[in-house]
Each structure stands twice: as C-alpha cells, then as structure tokens.
C-alpha cells in the first residue's frame, strides 16, 4: 500500500468520525452558500481535518477541497476533497454520505477513497490496483442495454434558475430504463455503479471534489468514466457519464441535444 492511499484511507476515517458524531448530535449550524446548496459546520470540521493531515503529510502537494481549501499556483500532485458528501442528506438524516478523498497526479486522479461513515461502507482504488468495498474486490455490472439498467442522476444546484437543469435527460431515462434513482451524493452513485448496484450514473452541474476520487474508483472496477462527448473532461466540464462498457454510449447517445438512431 502506498503511502498516499494509507494516508487518505487514514484521514478519511477519521473524517468520518466527525460526520458521525455530528449524527448522532445534531447541534450543528447550517448555513446557506446558494438557495439550494447548504453548508454545515461539520463540512468545515471535516474539511479542516483532512487538510491539515494532508499538509502535514505531503507539505508539497496542491489541494482543492469544497470547502475554501486551495493551495496557490500550480501543482502536478493535488489532493482534490469533498469533506461530506450529500450534505442535505446529511441535514435529513439519509445516510448516503460520504468523505471523498481523490489524488490527481499530472492532471489523471489515481487514487481516490471514499468512506460513508454511517454505513461503514470503504470504497478505495489506485491506478492499477484495482477497486475495493471493505477490502473485497469490486466489479461494474455487465448489464448490457438501457432496458434493463438501473441509473441514478441528480439535478444541479442552479436548476432553480437555469434552464440547463438535467430534466430532459430524467424524462428521456424514466421512459427507456428499467428505473432512475436520485441519491443526492455524486461520490457514493459513483461507488455504487463500481460495486455494481448500479449500472450507471450521469449528472451534469458538478464539481472536480464531487467525482474525482469515485471516478477512479469506477475505473479500477473495469467501468467506464467519461463526459458527455464520450471525452476525459470531465473534472473540468462537471459533465460526467460512468456504466459499464456496454452501457457508456448508450446513455452518451441519449444525452445528445439532438440524437439520431
């Protein structure tokens, strides 16, 4: 094990345990950065954890984290982190959360852990090594048509006011797959396409800290991870598809403004 991967495992475990104490609590102030998009201090505990274990630990490293966390300039090794994951569920009591702990290395992400604290669920991958939940190995689905898929998607938080808003694709979805989830964390839909309870995720609106360390986590699990342009741009577009390979053009092709047969 490498000492980047025990180190994330390590701080986001810990991590986790402040999500979980903040559970069982209660008492924590929520703020609001958006109309739809709350913040709680439990993010910025978490956040602050994580990053001062990373400093500590790797004092060249970059880091960007949701949370305010960057470190300037450029760097060819960057932590990229989501101290919690799915923070209104976490306001209402849904347990899918998750600490999301990605490492980007001269612009690839070939680490990432993501820990649900309330399910003591540990999904980690490192290029090459492969994809774990709890330590056993994790495979995609080989579900092979849209027919008999079960996919999740969300909505991004502008959807209020933009017209971009993810519902033409949930109508197109809703129509043709065997059904469509909403799960409210982009971290965990990731994981669980790699684990195989899902057979594959779309979203559009997101953020590099929302799927980085899960998009390595579906790779390692011999899935697909992609945009909507069946491209690597995803980090930077916040537009991202991942199934397995029989799927993966499928759901690009759906998602096309104008798709032909």
């Known amino acids: 094990m490498s000492n980047e991967r025990f180190t994330a495992v390590q701080l986001a475990r810990q991590a986790g345990d402040i999500l979980r104490r903040g559970w069982k609590q209660q008492a924590y102030h929520v703020d609001l950065k958006g109309p739809t998009n709350p ?53 209402y009591h849904i347990p899918m959360v998750a600490v999301s702990i990605g490492l980007e290395r001269d612009g690839e992400v070939v680490l990432g852990v993501v820990y649900n604290p309330i399910t003591e669920e540990l999904f980690v991958a490192e290029q090459g090594h492969g994809a774990t939940l709890n330590d056993m190995a994790i495979h995609v689905s080989r579900t092979r048509t849209i027919g008999e898929a079960v996919l999740a998607s969300g909505f991004p938080y502008e959807a209020w006011n933009t017209a971009d808003d993810n519902t033409q694709a949930w109508r197109s979805f809703v129509k043709t797959a065997l059904s469509v989830r909403c799960d409210g964390s982009a971290a965990l839909d990731l994981c669980q396409v790699a684990c195989g309870r899902l057979d594959g995720y779309w979203e559009r609106g997101l953020s ?19 945009d909507f342009q069946l491209g690597h741009n995803f980090l ?13 053009k499928e759901i690009a092709h759906m998602l096309m403004p104008n798709p032909t047969s």
């Open 208 to 226: 590099a800290w929302d799927i980085a360390a899960g998009s390595v986590i579906v790779r390692e699990a011999g899935g697909w991870v992609g």
């Open 39 to 91: 913040v709680t201090e439990i993010d910025r505990q978490s956040e602050l954890l994580i990053v001062e274990g990373l400093r500590r630990a790797f004092p060249d490293h970059g880091i960007l984290a949701e949370e305010g966390t960057a470190a300037s300039g450029p760097h060819p090794v960057r932590w990229i982190i989501d101290p919690l994951d799915g923070t209104v569920n976490y306001i």
């Open 236 to 248: 930077q577009s916040g537009e991202i598809i991942t199934a397995n390979h029989f799927l993966a």
